[in-house]
C-alpha cells in the first residue's frame, strides 16, 4: 500500500488568488464541445430550415411559447422581449403585444434530435418537450466541480481534469489511499471557508476530495467528502472511507462517492460525508487547540456488486 502525504496549507489569501485566477480563466471554453442547432439525421433542412425561423433573432437561442413578433412580422423570444423596452431590435418600431401562434403551432409539430447528439445522445423529441430532456440527458456536459466560487466551464471529464489541473492549479494524485493534512491557523475565526480540492486518479477515473468548514445548526463543523467524477450510476461501482483522529480516539466514515452532477453544496446541505464537530476537530490536532492540524486518510475501492443500488436514504435523495 502506497500513501502519499499531502500538505495542504490555505489561507484566505490563498482562497483569493485562487478565486481570482479561476474568473481570469473561465473565458476559454476551448474544450467544451457543446453544440447548438444540430440538424438531426431524421431532418429535412431546407435552405432556409425552419428551426432557424424558430431562433430567436436577438439571442440565438431556440423560442418557445409565447414567441412575440412586431408589427412588421420579425419574431423574437419572451425573455428578449421583457429586455427591450417596446422597440422590436430589428425594425425599431413600437412591438406591442402580438403572439406569433402559426410558428407556435409549426414548433409543435416539429422533431428534433437532443442537442447533445454529437457527444453521442441518440435520442429525437418533440420540440416542446426537448428542453426537459437536455436537462437531465445523460450526454449533457458536466460543470466544473471546483468549490468554494461558481465557474461556468463546462465540458467532457477528461476536459474538466486539465481544466482543474491548469486553471485552477488543483493538485493532482494518482492511487486509492490518501493520507492528507489540513491546517488552519486560526480556525475559531473562520466559519466557512472551503479548502483546496484534491483530484485523485484510480480505476481509470477521477475523485474529488472536498473538505469545507460551516454551520450545522449552531454548531462549528468541519466535513470531508468525495465526489465522483462521472455520473450517478456509475458512482455506486466505488466505496470510499475516510477517517480521522488523535489521541486515541477516531471517526471514521465510509459511503458511496456522490456524482459531481451534485454539486459540493447540495452534498454538503445533505451531511453526505464525514463531519467533525470543531471542538472534536482542535481535539484531534493536538497541542494548545488553537490550531486545525487535521489529518485525514482514505481509501477508495471498487464493489464487485453494490448492495445499495436503488436505496433511497432519507435526506440524501433531494
Ligand atoms: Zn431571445
Ligand atoms: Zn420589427
Ligand atoms: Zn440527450
Ligand atoms: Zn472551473
Same mark, same amino acid.
Given at each position: 500500500m @502506497?500513501? @502519499?502525504?499531502i500538505e495542504c496549507v490555505i489561507d484566505n489569501d490563498e482562497i483569493h488568488?485562487?478565486?481570482?485566477?479561476?474568473?481570469?480563466?473561465?473565458?476559454?471554453?476551448?474544450?467544451?464541445?457543446?453544440?447548438?442547432?444540430?440538424?438531426?439525421?431524421?431532418a429535412i433542412a431546407p435552405a432556409t430550415s425552419v428551426y432557424e425561423l424558430l431562433e430567436c433573432p436577438v439571442c440565438t437561442n431556440s423560442m418557445y411559447p409565447p414567441i412575440h413578433q412586431c408589427h412588421n412580422g420579425h419574431t423574437l423570444c419572451s425573455t428578449c422581449k421583457a429586455r427591450v423596452?417596446?422597440?422590436?431590435?430589428?425594425?425599431?418600431?413600437e412591438l406591442g403585444d402580438i403572439?406569433?401562434?402559426?410558428?407556435?403551432?409549426?414548433?409543435?409539430?416539429?422533431?428534433?434530435?437532443?442537442?447533445?447528439?454529437?457527444?453521442g445522445c441518440p435520442e429525437i423529441f418533440p420540440y416542446y418537450s426537448k428542453l426537459k430532456h437536455e436537462s437531465l440527458c445523460n450526454f449533457r456536459p458536466y460543470s466544473c466541480p471546483y468549490a468554494g466560487s461558481e465557474c461556468a466551464v463546462v465540458g467532457d471529464i477528461t476536459y474538466l481534469v486539465a481544466h482543474l489541473r491548469d486553471d485552477h492549479k488543483v493538485d493532482m494524485h494518482t492511487g486509492c489511499t490518501f493520507n492528507h493534512r489540513y491546517v488552519k491557523s486560526n480556525p475559531r475565526e473562520v466559519e466557512n471557508a472551503t479548502w483546496m480540492l484534491t483530484v485523485f486518479h484510480c480505476f481509470g477515473q477521477y475523485f474529488c476530495l472536498h473538505f469545507e468548514a460551516f454551520q450545522l445548526g449552531m454548531a462549528p463543523v468541519y466535513m470531508a467528502f468525495l465526489r465522483f467524477m462521472g455520473d450517478e450510476e456509475d458512482a455506486r461501482n466505488y466505496t470510499y472511507s475516510l477517517e480521522v483522529g488523535g489521541s486515541g480516539r477516531k471517526l471514521t466514515w465510509e459511503g458511496t462517492p456522490?456524482?459531481?452532477?451534485d454539486s459540493h453544496r447540495k452534498v454538503r446541505d445533505s451531511h453526505d460525508g464525514l463531519i467533525i464537530q470543531r471542538n472534536m476537530a482542535l481535539f484531534f490536532s493536538g497541542g494548545d487547540r488553537k490550531e486545525l492540524k487535521l489529518r485525514v486518510t482514505g481509501r477508495i475501492w471498487k464493489e464487485q456488486q453494490n448492495p445499495d443500488s436503488g436505496v433511497c436514504i432519507p435526506n440524501m435523495c433531494v
Open positions: @502506497d500513501i @502519499d502525504s488568488h485562487h478565486l481570482n485566477h479561476q474568473f481570469s480563466s473561465t473565458k476559454s471554453h476551448g474544450g467544451a464541445t457543446v453544440a447548438t442547432n444540430i440538424v438531426g439525421p431524421t423596452h417596446n422597440r422590436c431590435p430589428t425594425c425599431r418600431q403572439r406569433c401562434l402559426a410558428l407556435e403551432k409549426v414548433a409543435e409539430s416539429l422533431e428534433l434530435p437532443c442537442k447533445y447528439y454529437n457527444l456522490r456524482s459531481v452532477r
